[in-house]
């Protein structure tokens, strides 16, 4: 049980809420592209998820930033989940 707890802390630390550069967030939800095809990516998310895009532009999001701020990866992790 213990074990459980341990695993769970570090996943925690590691997506904790604190600014992501977008290359680092988006290569963390798609590990499996090259960074400018997974920054790609993330960025039609946002585009296609009305709601998603909606909110993070009521808390500053402009599309070409290059880091997402703590309130703004707080709603990529409710629409996304944590990567």
């Not at 600014?19 to 946002?46: C, G, K, N, Q």
Request: proline share 6%.
């Amino acid at each position: 049980m213990k074990e459980m707890n341990t695993q769970e802390e570090i996943f925690e630390k590691k997506w904790s809420i604190h600014p992501y550069y977008r290359r680092e967030l988006a290569m963390a939800y798609s590990p499996d592209l090259l960074p400018e095809s997974a920054v790609r990516r993330l960025t039609l998310w946002i585009q296609c998820n009305k709601q998603l895009a909606e909110e993070l532009r009521q808390h500053g999001y402009r599309p070409r930033q290059q880091v997402f701020t703590s309130i703004q990866v707080e709603v990529l992790f409710r629409y996304l989940g944590k990567p």
